[in-house]
């Protein structure tokens, strides 16, 4: 079992510009979740995705948008890249029911 | 609104010098507690599940405790392998589905030979 794998690992962008971050759940997970954690903070939740649709979103603005594709698979968009938005970026895996999240390695982006 | 805080933010110990660290919570309705090490520039390792307080859960040397109001984090004759940082994260609500994982800023275990 591979569990939660992420890509790219690091990342370098400049402001303005727009990102994709990929993650593929654990084996049998269908509920995907993206954290984003700024450094010496814990994970902040961005949103959910189960049954291919957005089920909860936390407090992050629209330029920040996802997508769950049928093999449960999942894409996090970010466009117009601020400064702010340099982070570790998580997607953690689950079965719906079961509270266990599983995380992946993340996504270093760095925005200059 | 649901909150966690962890303390200390640091923890220096030497080899072989247990301690202990404390997540205080409030939320609405606890579904779970979890407990979970991160190593520098790595995701969360998933530890621990708690669900009820009285609850208690061991693995190695650490073992995780729940109150209703507050969770602990033992952790007995450390090694420098333990050192990390140590998230708590609470989720909350009774609805079916996952409700989202409110995390605190953690804990900085440095354990010294």
């Known amino acids: 079992d591979a569990g939660v794998t992420q890509s790219p690992t690091h990342l370098i962008k400049t402001r303005g510009q727009q990102v994709t971050l990929r993650c593929s759940p654990k084996?049998?997970?269908?509920?995907v979740s993206w954290y984003q954690q700024a450094l010496g903070q814990g994970p902040q939740f961005i949103f959910q995705y189960y049954e291919e649709e957005e089920r909860q979103r936390g407090n992050f603005p629209d330029r920040f948008s996802g997508h769950q594709f049928p093999n449960y698979s999942s894409e996090l968009n970010v466009n117009a890249l601020l400064l702010g938005d340099s982070a570790l970026y998580l997607c953690a895996s689950s079965l719906d029911e079961n509270t266990e999240a599983f995380f992946g390695q993340g996504t270093r982006l760095t925005v200059v | 609104e649901d909150q966690v805080t962890q303390s200390p933010e640091a923890l220096r110990l030497q080899e072989g010098e247990s301690s202990s660290l404390n997540c205080s919570y409030t939320?609405?309705?606890?579904?779970?507690l979890f407990w979970y090490r991160q190593d520098p520039g790595k995701g969360p390792e998933f530890l621990f599940t708690?669900?009820?307080a009285g609850e208690e859960k061991e693995k190695e040397r650490l073992k995780a405790t729940l109150t209703k109001k507050e969770s602990f984090l033992h952790i007995t004759a450390p090694k420098p392998e333990d050192s990390a940082t140590y998230l708590c994260a609470v989720q909350a609500g009774w609805d079916s589905g996952n409700t989202p994982l409110v995390f605190g800023k953690g804990t900085r275990l440095s354990v010294i030979a």
């Open positions: 708690l669900y009820s």
């Open positions: 939320v609405s309705g606890l579904r779970g």
């Open positions: 084996s049998g997970h269908d509920t």
